[in-house]
């Protein structure tokens, strides 16, 4: 099962996502989120953390008997941490949805174990077991995360993945929590784990992967090139403080690298920019302009090179098509960087068929201008129009 050629997306906006500053939602804004999520095809929706508050736990009820209810909707996950009220409040809130999972957590590292559990390996290894046990007695689909994975000593980690398979967890997540991996790093970590637990090709390993360091997306990549065949990650990228790996530049980078990952998933790539549009009008920010994928510049050409050369091909600065991730048309900004080509492609798009004299006059103007002018609109073209029709009658 493990090494399966399905990369299955895991979307955890509604709950890391929604637990970061300036993202926290109301109900009907999580229903929204969620049905926009099922739309885009992500497999797994994790609904929130249902024993945190009675706001999160309807939330999660919510969506598990409504988005959750329809056929071959996504599997509704809930958090909860190895303890036996999580599991149980977690277990209720995701009842209703047709096909529903646990997502247990503890925290694997001897700095976590000692500074915050206040416990020893060997009562996190007995913990770890029973309440997979416990969840599996809820449902049959149990992911189990060992919490700082990427900080924990490594024959530590074998052995309590080693327990929680053999208690029943049929998703193993190695979370780098604080961001602190590497590629080659991450990925040796799960062929470490292919190699060392018994078990491991029963169930499916997967990454979850913050961006402390910039390096999520790329991090959750090498995970699937270590035998990850699940994703954990957010659209736009948000999530506790620098958030997690972007839904939206994984989904990209297996499409367009397919030579690469030669592996399948059920995203509808088209849906990818109208879900990040979807969560930057629901929370208190939008992504970047420069935000990979789906950020206002990500197929907007300001310089003349540039844009002389998506006008001839896309291709020479495009690896991707707007169109093929749901953006509408690649934009020739115009601006002091631009070139005459670019000026006439907006002219003729606005109607103005110019001779090569008139351009010349007019493309002075607009140089001129763009000097001066951070952004120049198309109000401004066809008063630089104007100007130069004015100039020549008077001539
Ligand atoms: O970053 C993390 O370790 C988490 C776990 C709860 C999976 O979000
Ligand atoms: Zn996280």
């Known amino acids: 099962m493990a090494k399966t050629n399905q990369v299955v997306f895991f979307d955890t906006t509604l709950r890391d996502g929604e637990q970061s500053p300036g993202c926290t939602m109301h109900h009907t804004e999580k229903l929204r989120m969620a049905e926009q999520l099922a739309k885009l095809g992500v497999n797994i929706i994790e609904a929130g953390f249902p024993i945190a508050s009675t706001g999160d736990f309807e939330s999660v009820q919510a969506i598990a008997s409504t988005i959750g209810r329809v056929e071959g909707a996504p599997v509704i996950a809930g958090l909860a941490r190895c303890k036996q009220l999580d599991i149980e409040t977690a277990a209720r809130a995701i009842e209703p949805a047709l096909r529903n999972r646990i997502h247990l957590f503890l925290a694997t590292s001897d700095l976590h174990l000692e500074a915050k559990l206040r416990i020893t390996r060997a009562q996190a290894l007995d913990q770890a077991g029973e309440m997979v046990r416990l969840a599996r007695t809820f449902t049959d689909n149990v992911e189990f995360s060992a919490e700082d994975a990427t900080r924990t000593d490594i024959d530590f980690l074998v052995q309590i993945v080693t327990i929680a398979i053999q208690a029943g967890a049929t998703t193993i997540n190695l979370p780098d929590t604080v961001g602190y991996t590497t590629p080659a790093e991450y990925q040796a970590l799960f062929e470490t784990m ?177 000097d001066r002018k951070k952004s120049i609109y198309d109000q401004d073209i066809l008063g630089l129009l104007t100007e130069a029709n004015a100039e020549v009658a008077n001539a």
Not at 225 to 237: F, H, Y
Not at 315 to 325: C, F, N, Q
Not at 333 to 340: A, I, M, P, Q, T
Request: proline share 3%; glycine share 10%; with cysteine.
């Open 194 to 370: 292919h190699a060392r637990v018994p078990g491991a090709n029963d169930v499916i390993f997967s990454t979850h992967c913050h961006d402390d360091l910039g390096m999520a997306t790329a991090n959750a990549l090498a995970g699937i090139l270590g035998g990850a065949r699940q994703v954990e990650c957010t659209i736009n990228g948000i999530g506790e403080r620098a958030g997690n790996a972007a839904l939206e530049e994984v989904a990209a980078a297996l499409m367009v690298r397919r030579d690469r990952f030669p592996l399948e998933n059920s995203i509808v790539m088209t849906e990818l920019a109208p879900s990040s549009q979807m969560l930057g009008e629901i929370i208190s920010f939008t992504c970047a302009p420069n935000k990979a994928v789906v950020g206002a510049n990500a197929f907007a050409h300001e310089s003349g090179i540039h844009q002389h050369g998506v006008l001839a091909n896309p291709l020479t600065y495009e690896i991707m098509t707007p169109a093929s991730v749901g953006v509408t048309a690649n934009s020739i900004v115009l601006g002091k960087h631009s070139g005459r080509r670019a000026l006439e492609h907006r002219l003729s798009e606005l109607g103005h068929t110019l001779s090569k004299q008139e351009l010349d006059t007019v493309y002075h103007r607009f140089t001129e201008l763009a």
